[in-house]
């Protein structure tokens, strides 16, 4: 239940100076919230309780009573308790907790339905039910007629906080803007100060982790948000249920981070790789370059591709020749139409090479001709028969 906070005798509305302000079910922390409002909306306070105002409900606040215990009548929105001592519960827009009572109904009292939840009905906050806000939320605005009369033994309203847009007045001590009323009102006390509570903290911290966890693990930058949630680990404002929270996500931003480190470690690696791998390929095709340019060509002859006088059997006879003289070096027998469009080439040929017994010559049956420079001869060509005229190159 809720705890038992006296009303003041003179109670001042207030507006809220910061956005995201947790309204809850109880004064403290641990009182799960009911809502939220945001900068500059209307509270009217009653009591106070150490940091917490006890406020009229705001704006879409709403109750809880089990459907038992009520009578609908009319056109249904309305209802009435059957039975005396029933438990009004605080309700909340933000969860479905439905734990803390905020007071009891007696047999006959009349309630606003809103619509229903579970074996609930929501219902518009009866007369005697309240709220809690953090003070250093609230900023005074000016007095306002007593809720509830209490005794004058209860703790004053505070009343200290100056409105966010008032100009700083210099003074020896606190800042104070006085409540006045014809009525002679409580001594003020310095209201907290509007750093954001931890729970603010907390949801601020939240929304960052939320937003890194869209991007990829390596563009995200982890520090900031880890620092938000060490800060919180170690203040003892915050819920312990939230608590635990904090020390998962704490624990994941850690094992972020490591992964991180290695997968920039693992891309470092993949393009150093990648690096040497193209450095391999230029240098090995550099090296099929100077092979290229440098591999020798053997052939069986080379000579001037001439025809010959001489013809036997079903095969053309060819000759290769000196080029400097005309004489034979060696004969070719072949069929091949392409070596007419060899003729008077000086010509590389492959094949082996034979004796005519018949004819008493050399002679080779070629299986590839080509035309070659005869000033490579030596360098780049080689063949174990070559003109007589050329052989004085060799070294």
């Given amino acids: 239940m809720a705890p038992e906070v006296e009303n003041t005798k003179y109670s001042f509305s207030g507006v809220v100076n910061s956005n995201a302000v947790y309204v809850r079910s109880g004064a403290g922390e641990n009182f799960y ?3 939220k409002l945001d900068k500059g909306a209307p509270v009217t306070v009653v009591g106070i309780r150490f940091d917490w105002l006890k406020i009229m409900p705001p704006d879409g606040s709403f109750c809880y009573v089990a459907k038992a215990f009520v009578e609908k009548f009319g056109d249904g929105s309305k209802g009435r ?3 005396g001592d029933v438990n009004v519960r605080a309700g909340s827009s933000l969860n479905d907790v439905k734990t803390i009572v905020l007071m009891k109904l007696d047999e006959g009292v009349e309630v606003t339905i809103l619509g ?12 005697g039910s309240f709220f809690y806000v953090n003070k250093q939320f609230v900023d005074p605005v000016k007095p306002v007629e007593a809720v509830a009369k209490a005794p004058d033994t209860t703790e004053p309203v505070n009343t200290t906080h100056a409105p966010v847009d008032a100009a700083p007045t210099p003074t020896t001590g606190p800042s104070v803007v006085e409540i006045t009323s014809s009525a002679p009102t409580a001594a003020p006390v310095a209201l907290a100060s509007t750093l954001p509570s931890a729970e603010v903290r907390f949801e601020q911290a939240e929304t960052a982790f939320n937003a890194l966890s869209k991007i990829p693990t390596e563009d995200q930058a982890m520090d900031e948000v880890l620092t938000q949630y060490n800060s919180l680990s170690t203040d003892d404002t915050l819920a312990e249920s939230l608590k635990r929270i904090v020390d ?26 990648q690096q040497k791998q193209l450095a391999l390929k230029a240098e090995h095709e550099e090296l099929v370059n100077r092979v290229k340019d440098s591999s020798v060509q053997v052939f069986s002859a080379v000579g001037t591709l001439q025809t010959s006088s001489l013809q036997q059997g079903g095969q053309t006879l060819y000759r290769l020749t000196d080029p400097a003289t005309g004489r034979t070096v060696v004969y070719l027998r072949s069929n091949d139409a392409s070596l007419l469009s060899l003729l008077g080439q000086f010509v590389g040929v492959r094949g082996d090479v034979v004796t005519d017994q018949q004819l008493s010559l050399r002679m080779i049956t070629p299986t590839e001709t080509l035309p070659v420079d005869p000033d490579q001869l030596f360098k780049t060509i080689a063949a174990p028969i070559v003109p007589p005229s050329l052989a004085g190159k060799a070294r």
């Fill in 81 to 83: 308790l059957s039975k």
């Fill in 248 to 273: 998962f996500r704490i624990v994941t931003l850690k094992v972020r981070q490591g992964a991180k480190v290695e997968l920039l470690a693992l891309r470092e690696t993949q393009k150093a790789n």
């Fill in 116 to 127: 229903e939840k579970d074996e609930y009905y929501k219902i518009v906050p009866p007369p």
């Fill in 33 to 35: 919230p009911t809502l």
